[in-house]
C-alpha cells in the first residue's frame, strides 16, 4: 500500500506532464485541424534551448531560461504557425501533418547534432528530497510537478471559459466562419493558440527535465503518450486531454511498477486500442458528426 | 505530343486490363529494370550495394505509396513492417534453415495480415486514428526487437543471413543478388502498377479525392481503405525478407519509428500518388547521401528541410515538379 501511494504520486506527476503536451495538442487540433507530430519534440527542445542559453552565452541560470524560453516560444509557436502551418494548411491537412514529421526529425536530429548526443542535467527549481507522507517517500519534486501543472491548467481553463479573450479563441475553435461574421480575430486567436501550445510545452519541458534529464530522444515517448491521452481522453476537449493524460500516466507508473519495466512502453498501447475499439471518440468526447 | 495513353482512351469495359496495353510507366519501369540489370558492372561492392539498397528501400515506399498516395492514409509503421518482414525471414532461415522463398511469400503474408489486424479498429472509425494505432504499434514492434534476445538477439541483432539462390545458382556475389533484387523490384512494381490502373485500383484513387463522394457512389469505403494498408503493409513485408540477405546482419535501428517517419518523407519528397514516385524519392533519401558522403543525421535535417519546402511549394514532390516542368515546355511549344 505504501508502495502503491509512491507509484501513484509518481504516476500523476508524469501524468499531469502528458497532459500538458496533450491539452496543447487538442487546442491547436481544434483551431487549425494541425495534427502535430512533432508534439513530443516541442517537449523536449525548451530545456535544450535552456541549456544551450547558458552554456553559449554564459548567463546565469535564469537569464538562460527566460532566453531559451523566449525563443522557443517566439520559433516554434509563432514561427511554427506563420511558416509552416499558414503556408502548407491550403493543400490540405495530409501534407501538413506530414510536414509536422518532417519538422520532428529536423527538431530531433538538430537538437542531436547542435548540441548533444548524451543526456544532460537540467537545474531542478526545488531540492531532489523526499519527504515521509503516511511512511511512503515521495519525493518533492514529483509534488512541485503536480502542483505546477495543476495551477497551469487551471489558469488556463480560466482563461478560455472566464476571459473575454478566453471565449473569443473558444468561438473560432468551434466554428471559424460564424466567429469572423461576430468579429472576432480569428487569425490572431489561431496565432494565439499556437503560442499557447508552445507555452505548455515549455512548462512540461521545464518540470520534466530535472527528473528525465534533457536529451533529443525524449520526444519520442512523451510525444506518444501526448497522443494517446488526447485520443484515450477524447480529441476534442481540453477536459478530456486533462483526464487522458492523468489516466497514461498513472498506467504507465503501475506498469512499470507491477508489469515489466522493459514492456512498461506497452501497457498504454494496450490502452489505447482498447479505448479506439470501445469508445472510440474518447472517455470525456462527443461524437464528430461527418459534414459533406 | 501527346502521351500513348490519356486518360480520355481508358474504357472502363474489361474488369482485367491486359498487358497488351502498354503506356509510358511501363515503360519507363522496363526501361529501369535493364538499365540497373547492366549498371554495377564494374562498380564495385559497394556501388552494387547502394544500388540494391536503392531498390528494396523503393519497394518499402511503393507500398506506402499505395497507402498514402492513392488511398490517403497516414501509416507511420512501414519501417515496422520492414523490421516483421526482415526478422521473419533472418529468423527462420538462420534457425530453421527454411527457404528464403518461403520466408519472402511468409514475410508479405504476415504483414498483409497484420495490417487487416491493425487497420480493421482504427479505419473503423476515423482515417487519422490508423496514425495513432500505427505509431503504437511501431513502438511496441521495436520493444520487442530490442526486448526479447532469445528471438531477435536484441540491440546485438542477428548475423550471417544467407543469400538465397536462384534455381541451383548461388547468389552470393554481390552483382548476382543485385539482379535478384532488381528482377524482384520489376514484378513487384508491374504488379503495383497493374492494380492501380485495375477498375478496383481506381476506387482508391476515388476515394483519397473524396471519400464520402466515393461513398455514395457504392464503393465500399472501409473495404478498400483496409485492403489498400493492408497491400502498402505487405510491401514492407517483401521489402524487410529482401533487406536482411542483402545486407546480411539486422539490428532494430532501421526499423525504429524515426525511420517510418523518413519513409514517408521519401514518399512525399518523390511525389505521392505517382507510381514511379518512390523510386525518386528513395533515391533522394538512400543513395545522394551514400554517394555525397554525407554524415548520417545531418542528411536527415537537410532532407527533412528540403521535403518541407517542396510541401510548401508543390506537394506533388519532384514528379509534380518535373510534370510541371514538362508541361511548361510543351505548353510552349503548343502557344507557338
Known amino acids: 500500500m505504501v508502495e502503491f501511494i509512491a507509484y501513484l504520486i509518481a504516476g500523476i506527476a508524469t501524468g499531469a506532464i502528458y497532459a500538458l503536451a496533450a491539452i496543447g495538442f487538442t487546442l ?8 502535430n507530430f512533432a508534439q513530443g519534440e516541442f517537449v523536449m527542445l525548451p530545456a535544450i534551448l535552456v541549456l544551450l542559453a547558458i552554456k553559449v552565452l554564459g548567463a546565469p541560470v535564469w537569464l538562460g531560461a527566460l532566453i531559451g524560453i523566449a525563443a522557443f516560444i517566439l520559433i516554434f509557436g509563432v514561427g511554427f504557425k506563420l511558416f509552416v502551418v499558414d503556408p502548407m494548411i491550403r493543400h490540405g491537412v495530409l501534407p501538413l501533418a506530414i510536414a509536422t514529421m518532417a519538422l520532428s526529425i529536423i527538431m530531433k536530429e538538430g537538437a542531436k547534432d547542435g548540441f548533444s548526443a548524451e543526456a544532460q542535467t537540467f537545474p531542478s527549481f526545488v531540492p531532489s528530497q523526499t519527504i515521509q507522507v503516511f511512511g511512503a517517500s515521495i519525493s518533492l519534486q514529483h509534488l512541485a510537478i503536480i502542483a505546477v501543472a495543476f495551477a497551469v491548467i487551471f489558469l488556463l481553463q480560466w482563461f478560455v471559459g472566464g476571459t473575454r479573450l478566453g471565449r473569443q479563441m473558444q468561438a473560432t475553435a468551434q466554428n471559424p466562419t460564424v466567429a469572423r461574421i461576430l468579429g472576432i480575430p480569428v487569425e490572431r486567436m489561431v496565432l494565439l493558440t499556437f503560442a499557447i501550445n508552445a507555452a505548455l510545452a515549455v512548462v512540461a519541458s521545464v518540470l520534466i527535465s530535472p527528473i528525465y ?9 512523451i510525444g506518444l503518450f501526448a497522443f494517446i491521452a488526447a485520443i484515450v481522453g477524447g480529441f476534442n476537449q481540453v477536459r478530456g486531454a486533462l483526464v487522458g493524460g492523468l489516466i497514461v500516466g498513472i498506467v504507465d507508473s503501475m506498469a512499470a511498477a507491477y508489469v515489466s519495466s522493459s514492456y512498461r512502453l506497452a501497457v498504454p498501447l494496450v490502452l489505447l486500442v482498447v479505448i479506439i475499439l470501445l469508445k472510440p471518440e474518447g472517455l470525456m468526447g462527443r461524437k464528430e458528426e461527418r459534414r459533406v | ?7 480520355e482512351t481508358l474504357p472502363q469495359t474489361r474488369s482485367l486490363p491486359l498487358p497488351g496495353f502498354i503506356d509510358g510507366t511501363l515503360l519507363t519501369l522496363l526501361a529501369g529494370a535493364v538499365i540497373l540489370w547492366f549498371a554495377p558492372v564494374g562498380m564495385g561492392r559497394y556501388g552494387t550495394y547502394v544500388l540494391s539498397l536503392w531498390l528494396v528501400t523503393s519497394i518499402a515506399v511503393m507500398g506506402l505509396n499505395l497507402t498514402l498516395g492513392y488511398a490517403g492514409l497516414k501509416s507511420l509503421a512501414q519501417a515496422a513492417f520492414m523490421g516483421l518482414g526482415a526478422y521473419l525471414t533472418a529468423i527462420l532461415t538462420t534457425k530453421y534453415g527454411v527457404s528464403w522463398y518461403v520466408c519472402f511469400a511468409l514475410s508479405g503474408l504476415l504483414t498483409f495480415a497484420v495490417g487487416l489486424v491493425l487497420g480493421f ?9 490508423l496514425a495513432f494505432v500505427t505509431l503504437a504499434f511501431s513502438t511496441l514492434i521495436w520493444l520487442i526487437m530490442r526486448n526479447e534476445q532469445w528471438l531477435t538477439g536484441g540491440v546485438f541483432g542477428i548475423s550471417n543471413i544467407n543469400r538465397p539462390d536462384f534455381f541451383g545458382i548461388k547468389l552470393f556475389n554481390a552483382l548476382e543478388f543485385h539482379r535478384f533484387v532488381v528482377v524482384i523490384t520489376f514484378i513487384l512494381a508491374v504488379v503495383l502498377w497493374w492494380m492501380i490502373r485495375s477498375p478496383w485500383g481506381r476506387a482508391f484513387t476515388a476515394l483519397r479525392e473524396n471519400p464520402i463522394r466515393a461513398a455514395s457512389l457504392g464503393v465500399d469505403t472501409r473495404l478498400y481503405t483496409l485492403l489498400a494498408f493492408a497491400i502498402g503493409s505487405a510491401y514492407a513485408g517483401f521489402a524487410g525478407a529482401l533487406y536482411a540477405p542483402l545486407v546480411e546482419f539486422i539490428d532494430p535501428s532501421p526499423f525504429s519509428l524515426s525511420q517510418s517517419f523518413f519513409l514517408l518523407l521519401m514518399v512525399v519528397a518523390g511525389g505521392s500518388g505517382y507510381l514511379l514516385g518512390p523510386f525518386i524519392g528513395a533515391l533522394l533519401g538512400v543513395v545522394l547521401p551514400e554517394w555525397l558522403r554525407f554524415a548520417g543525421s545531418l542528411y536527415l535535417i537537410i532532407f527533412a528541410a528540403i521535403v518541407m519546402l517542396l510541401l510548401i511549394a508543390c506537394p506533388q514532390g519532384m514528379s509534380g515538379l518535373m510534370e510541371r516542368a514538362y508541361a511548361k515546355l510543351t505548353g510552349k511549344g503548343a502557344g507557338r
Not at chain 1, 28 to 35: D, E, R
Not at chain 1, 213 to 221: C, D, I, P, R, T
Not at chain 2, 1 to 7: E, G, I, K, S
Open chain 1, 213 to 221: 534529464l534533457a536529451k533529443f530522444s525524449n520526444g519520442e515517448v
Open chain 1, 28 to 35: 491547436v487540433w481544434q483551431t487549425s485541424q494541425t495534427i
Open chain 2, 1 to 7: 505530343m501527346t502521351a500513348p495513353a490519356t486518360r
Open chain 2, 121 to 129: 479498429p482504427a479505419l473503423r472509425v476515423k482515417a487519422h486514428y
